[in-house]
């Protein structure tokens, strides 16, 4: 499992470290993120949904979102999403 | 860092700080005042819940292949149009008309760099300053400075780099000539989005692919 902090970031810094993130976790690992712009989580359900790539958000107290998104298994189907 | 504050909690808060200064200005009797107050309060509230963005917009339909945004910022410029129009023409309220060049072109470019680098445009500046992003105090104190500086030296730009003249549609093809202009160069523009958010090529299509 890989943690992000982006709670600060300004868009669209989340959603590049959220990619960069994906391409270094190992097939099947995840990747958790906390997010404080809804925007920003709007853009990365939005290209996660695109891309096939299965997660979860989660709304925390005090405007924070978080975000799990699970790197396809290698060979694996569609991810579920 | 989640915060303390659980959702609902702070319902009294926001009512006191919108309403208080909104009763104050009407005991004031300062009516119009208190009327931008609440319309204002009633804007932001919106602009926050709809997660709209004008430079999300631009930025994710031509960068991230993703016009959902872009959409939705047409057709509220598409509405706007109509309804701008429509005050224009039947209340009679004259447009503030201003010429367009190449001065118009030049100054959107550098405005646009200034929005891709802090994240938002004007209006999601004010949206993140009041959802708690201290960081956007130096965006909105940019925004002022540069307002103001722009000021006072328009003067100075009309007289050097040449103003042309002010063209309102309107006169030239009439009020339903100009309202199909305008909303068939919106439709253009919508046609440009729905092209480039077609899934398919590029690098950043690629990248969640997953796999190798």
Redesign the interface.
């Given at each position: 499992m890989r943690y992000l902090d982006l709670v600060d970031e300004v868009c669209p810094v989340p959603l590049l470290r959220i990619q960069e993130a994906l391409r270094e976790v190992p097939a099947g690992e995840t990747v958790v993120a906390h997010l404080g712009y809804a925007r920003s989580v709007r853009n990365v359900m939005e290209w996660a949904e695109r891309e096939g790539i299965s997660f979860t958000v989660k709304d925390l107290p005090g405007g924070v979102w978080e975000i799990t998104l699970c790197r396809k298994p290698r060979g694996g189907g569609s991810g579920g999403a | 860092?989640?915060?303390?504050?659980?959702?609902g909690r702070g319902l009294p808060a926001v009512a006191f700080v919108a309403g208080a200064p909104a009763l104050l200005l009407l005991g004031l009797g300062l009516r119009v005042a208190a009327g931008f107050w609440v319309c204002g309060l009633a804007a932001g509230y919106v602009v926050q819940r709809s997660?709209l963005?004008f430079?999300?917009a631009i930025?994710?339909a031509f960068?991230?292949r993703?016009p959902?945004l872009a959409r939705a910022v047409l057709v509220l410029l598409g509405a706007a149009l109509v309804g701008v129009a429509a005050v224009q023409y039947f209340l009679g309220v004259p447009g503030n008309v201003l010429p367009v060049g190449w001065h118009t072109v030049a100054g959107g470019l550098v405005f646009g760099l200034g929005m891709g680098m802090?994240?938002?445009c004007a209006l999601?500046t004010l949206v993140?300053l009041g959802?708690?992003?201290v960081?956007y105090a130096l965006a909105v104190a940019g925004l002022v400075v540069g307002g103001k500086l722009g000021l006072g030296v328009a003067a100075w730009w009309r007289a050097r780099v040449g103003w042309g003249t002010a063209v309102f549609l309107p006169d030239l093809v009439g009020w339903p000539g100009a309202v199909l202009a305008g909303l068939g160069a919106l439709a253009l523009l919508a046609a440009a989005v729905e092209l480039r958010g077609r899934?398919g090529r590029g690098p950043l299509?690629r990248?969640?692919?997953?796999?190798e």
């Open positions: - | 860092m989640p915060g303390k504050l659980s959702r997660r963005c430079a999300g930025r994710d960068l991230w993703m959902s802090a994240g938002a999601t993140r959802e708690g992003a960081v899934p299509e990248l969640g692919a997953g796999g």
